[in-house]
Every structure is written in structure tokens, then in C-alpha cells.
């Protein structure tokens, strides 16, 4: 059954509907807008490299949410993206740790576009020589990245966090491992995970919502579902947790200034729904309020030569994993952590010292979400999922002003105090 929420103060309505076999549906209709934005998206990332076989699990190549990707726009007698460019459509796809999503914006032709991007996910192609071709394209696109200082920095520093576990690998994979990959296991994989229970639908433009929906229940009610993928996502997680932190790790690039990562591994979450949204909107404002560029902590690091422009922080909290990484391009690499560390326990010990700005960040943060709302895409890729109940961009201008100073600094200890580090450097 349709649902229709309600921003008035947006002057906004978000239907949302789950179909009998699970599949998600959000629709963000936007008349006045002249353009179109919609994304396919499967809660299958590269940590997922387990399924089910002969009654019992099998271990996948690494990098194979990846490839499926890669191969998914190649159908027997044409290319997907040949289709988008044909009705004037801009598309795209990624893969992340847990999700691969599929994407188009257009403004025109949203039927037709529609209906491409419903067909490339839908019916898989997977062709043994085209495979073939596939994997050297992807293995050179793999040593790109490995030769990139900044890539390398990023998962590196990951993979000694979670070492020896599903996060520990590329995200493409490595070029022994893809080289291995069958179209036996593509099948097998994309028959488990493609399914309508581990797929959401998202669609913020100039639409019929009537329309939408019919065409999508034309293509998916038929669907069957696949009630095993939260057991096979809980070994994915359980290995995660099993893994060992890997304190210190130096690696040669024969840079002329040494980049640093530092690591930080916070506990798994319990936690779902609008409390992780909380949860994740509180531990980023906490970082702001230290590492903004407007914040005053920022600015005597930065007078003081402790951080520069490369300077920069990114944190990823998921089910079954959160971490935080710090990067920065310097020769003082020891004193680059340590003196983050002791920012953060300072601001943790005193947090007085810091709270003096809250309103301000609170206030910028709720400007940015402002601002994602001019954007079809902005809005399209802040509609939640199910981790958080769909949280969107509307609720969380609503979350953003009910939260305290305090409950930042809860967040913040909830993470920072039961966690592990990591020391990764490229010289």
C-alpha cells in the first residue's frame, strides 16, 4: 500500500511503498523541476562475498559485486549505456562496500529511460569471452588505483583496520582475484543478491507516481525473494568483528612528502532506524565542531603547521562496521596522530571547550541540507535505506535542530572511547 508523508514545511511529499516481495519504492515527485533522477539499488557491496551452495556457503573472488556491475551494462546484442544515450540520459553506476546502485538523470524521455534502467538490472548477460575482456580491463583499472598514493592511503589504512576480513580487500578486487571469477559464480551471485527484497527504487523528478509504480509492479511483483541473505550478510559481519587490528604499516612509493593515514575503528552498532540516524548526524557534527575549517581547533592546528591543505577526514558507519580516517601529506607523520588523538580525548575530557560553536555547525548543517534540496541527485541519494528506516533528507533538517550538545558528546564517547587504532604511512 502507497504511503504519502508530508513536509509541509518544505512544501515536499515522499510516497513510499514496499511490494508483497519486498522491493522498496520512493518517489519524490518535484513538478516545477524540469529533470529527472533515478537510481536502482542493491544492498550488495564487495564486503558481500559469500552464498549459499550445495546446502552450504561458498566463498567468493573478491571484487565480484564489482564486476557484476561492470558486466550488467553488457547484454548479449547491445550496451545499456548505448540505450541511455540514445533518449539523452546521463547514467552511472557504483559499487561500495555493501551497495551497487544504478543510476540515470534525464529530461527527457523518462519512459523509455525508465524502462532501460529496469532491463539492465533485471536480465543479466554473462558471456564467458566477454568476461574474458572484462577482466583485463578491469585489472588495469585495478593497478591504476594501486598506484595512486590517495587510493592506496584510504584502503590501506582500512585493510589494517579490519584485516584478514571482507574489508580488507579493494573494492574492485585484486587481479588475481577477479581472473578467477566464473560466469557460473555471476549467476549463482547475482541470482542471490538480485532479488527484490535487497533492492530499493528511487525516483525524485518531474513523474507520474501512478505510472511509476504500475511499471514497476509490471516488472518486479513476479519476483521471488531470498529470505537467506541475512544470514549470509551475519558471516560477512561475524568476520568482520573476528578481525585484528593491525597497529603500524609503512609502505613504499618513493613519494617526495610522505602521506599518513589515521585509522580508527570504532565498535559494531545495535542500533537501527532513526536512533542510527541520530547516531550518525551526532558523530559528524562532533567532527565538525573539531575539524571544520571553521572551527577554532582547525585554525591553530593549521597556524601551527600541525595540518595543511591536504588535510581531510572521513568516517563510514554501516551495520557491521565503523571507522574514521584521517589523512594528510607530511613529513611529521607520528606528531600528525598523535596531536589528532589528543584533540579528540581533550574535546572528549572537555567538551566545554567546544561547545561554544555548536549552533554554528548545527546551523551549517542544516544549510547544507538545504542546499542538497535544489538538487535531484542531492535529494535522491539522502532517501535513506534500511538501515536507518529510510531517514530522508527531510527528516533529518528535523533531527539536526532536536539535537543537544550532549548527545554529540554521547555519540562521540560512544565511539572514540571503545575503540582501536591504526598508524599507515607512504613514503
Do not use: W
Not at 17 to 40: C, H, M, Q, R
Not at 99 to 128: G, H, I, R, W
Not at 179 to 203: G, R, S
Not at 312 to 319: H, K, P, R, S, V
Amino acid at each position: 500500500m502507497m504511503n504519502k508523508i508530508n513536509y509541509e514545511q518544505f512544501n515536499e511529499c515522499v510516497y513510499q511503498e514496499t511490494l508483497s516481495n519486498g522491493l522498496k519504492v520512493i518517489i519524490n515527485p518535484k513538478p516545477d523541476f524540469n529533470s529527472t533522477y533515478a537510481s536502482l539499488s542493491v544492498d550488495f557491496g564487495s564486503i558481500n562475498t559469500v552464498i549459499s551452495k550445495n546446502q552450504g556457503i561458498k566463498h567468493l573472488p573478491t571484487g565480484i559485486a564489482h564486476f557484476i556491475e561492470h558486466k550488467l551494462f553488457d547484454k548479449k546484442n547491445y550496451d545499456s549505456s548505448d540505450r541511455f544515450a540514445k533518449y539523452g540520459a546521463e547514467n552511472n553506476a557504483f559499487t561500495s562496500f555493501n551497495q551497487t546502485s544504478y543510476l540515470f538523470s534525464a529530461t527527457t524521455d523518462f519512459d523509455d529511460n525508465f524502462k532501460t534502467l529496469l532491463d539492465l538490472v533485471e536480465n543479466p548477460y554473462f558471456d564467458e569471452q566477454k568476461i574474458i575482456k572484462e577482466q583485463g580491463i578491469i585489472g588495469q583499472e585495478i593497478m591504476m588505483y594501486q598506484d595512486d598514493p590517495s587510493s592506496r592511503i584510504y584502503f590501506d589504512t582500512i585493510a589494517s583496520l579490519y584485516s584478514e576480513s571482507p574489508l580488507s580487500f579493494d573494492i574492485a578486487g585484486s587481479k588475481s582475484s577477479i581472473f578467477k571469477i566464473t560466469p557460473e559464480e555471476l549467476y549463482d551471485t547475482y541470482h542471490q543478491y538480485y532479488v527484490p527484497n535487497n533492492m530499493t527504487l528511487v525516483v525524485v523528478g518531474k513523474v507520474d507516481v501512478t505510472k511509476i509504480i504500475s511499471e514497476v509492479k509490471g516488472h518486479f511483483l513476479n519476483l521471488t525473494t531470498n529470505n537467506s541473505i541475512e544470514n549470509l550478510k551475519k558471516i560477512v559481519n561475524q568476520e568482520i568483528e573476528n578481525s585484528l587490528v593491525i597497529p603500524y604499516k609503512k609502505t613504499t612509493m618513493k613519494l617526495s612528502t610522505p602521506k599518513v593515514g589515521l585509522g580508527i575503528r570504532g565498535p559494531q552498532i545495535n542500533f537501527f532506524g532513526r536512533t542510527f540516524s541520530r547516531y550518525e548526524l551526532s558523530l559528524g557534527m562532533f567532527l565538525e565542531l573539531i575539524f571544520s575549517e571553521d572551527s577554532d581547533i582547525y585554525q591553530r592546528l593549521y597556524d601551527n603547521q600541525i595540518i595543511n591543505d591536504s588535510f581531510g577526514f572521513d568516517f563510514d558507519i554501516e551495520d557491521g562496521y565503523q571507522f574514521l580516517i584521517f589523512a594528510e601529506d607530511t613529513k611529521k607523520t607520528e606528531k600528525f596522530c598523535d596531536i589528532i588523538l589528543a584533540e579528540i580525548n581533550d574535546c572528549l575530557v572537555n567538551p566545554k571547550k567546544i561547545e561554544s560553536q555548536f549552533e554554528l555547525i548545527k546551523n551549517e548543517e542544516i544549510g547544507d541540507h538545504f542546499a542538497l534540496m535544489d538538487s535531484i541527485s542531492g535529494i535522491a541519494n539522502q532517501m535513506g535505506d534500511r538501515l536507518n528506516d529510510f531517514t530522508n533528507v527531510y527528516d533529518e533538517v528535523e533531527i539536526i535542530k532536536n539535537l543537544s550538545f550532549n548527545e554529540i558528546i554521547d555519540a562521540a564517547k560512544n565511539f572514540f572511547e571503545n575503540s582501536q587504532t591504526t598508524r599507515n604511512v607512504i613514503i
